[in-house]
């Protein structure tokens, strides 16, 4: 399907599992983003990609890997997760220069107990 | 450190009645979006304003951009029960040659009968 989609919707783990959020685009927008949402909080932006290979921290990156080899994915490691990543994770893409309007995927919730 | 505020933060209205949103922000930038947000859903774009005097409509809902004055305001006209949902507003914020957007913490908008 066209446009992009986040799997696997909803996801529950243990404290201390590494667990990987998949984000897929078939725009072949530049730009990719990652972003988690949380009550009085907004949303508050962990990774961006400009590029293939070229990744970047956002505001609140500290217990996240991201990569991004291929365009048209980006996938959002917690390498070992804690309770306090319990959110919900949207990813988003952009095509940037000058172009930024962000769209959005369908969001994952995250659990982790 | 671009700074993104929109008020009010919560938002009861009436069916029927008028009212708007603003979306005030701390340095210069052209380039503002708007996006909607159903409860356990995505965000949806909704307008993509890119410049000063910039206004875009659609059915209820329009917004308009000052830059001069780093303002956005988003104006509901004639609510109805539909138009429940929270609104978020994001500013461009080009860094060190990486495009990224600062949301707002959103308006959530509820509309009653």
């Known amino acids: 399907d066209a446009g992009i989609t986040q799997s696997p919707r909803y996801k529950i783990t243990e404290t201390g599992r590494q667990v990987t959020l998949m984000c897929h685009q078939t725009w072949s927008h530049s730009y990719m983003f990652w972003y988690r949402q949380d009550l009085g909080h907004g949303l508050r932006l962990i990774y961006y990609s400009a590029a293939a290979d070229i990744t970047d921290k956002g505001e609140v990156p500290d217990g996240y890997v991201v990569s991004r080899s291929k365009t048209e994915n980006f996938p959002l490691t917690l390498e070992s997760a804690t309770r306090s990543q319990t959110s919900v994770y949207f990813c988003?893409?952009?095509?940037?220069?000058?172009?930024?309007?962000?769209?959005f995927g369908p969001g994952t919730r995250l659990t982790v107990l | 450190e671009l700074k993104v505020e929109q008020n009010p933060l919560f938002l009861s209205m009436q069916e029927g009645k008028n009212y708007t949103i603003y979306c005030n922000y701390s340095t210069t930038s052209d380039r503002l979006y708007w996006y909607r947000q159903d409860p356990g859903k995505s965000l949806e774009s909704l307008f993509v304003?890119?410049?000063?005097?910039a206004v875009k409509q659609e059915g209820r809902l329009m917004a308009s951009l000052d830059t001069k004055a780093r303002l956005s305001t988003l104006h509901i006209t004639a609510a109805v029960h539909d138009l429940s949902a929270t609104y978020f507003c994001?500013?461009?914020?080009?860094?060190?040659?990486?495009?990224?957007?600062?949301f707002g913490k959103g308006t959530k908008l509820t509309v009653n009968p």
């Open positions: 988003a893409s952009s095509v940037g220069r000058g172009g930024n309007e962000q769209f």
């Open positions: 304003l890119l410049s000063n005097g």
């Open positions: 994001a500013v461009d914020r080009y860094q060190g040659g990486s495009e990224k957007l600062v």
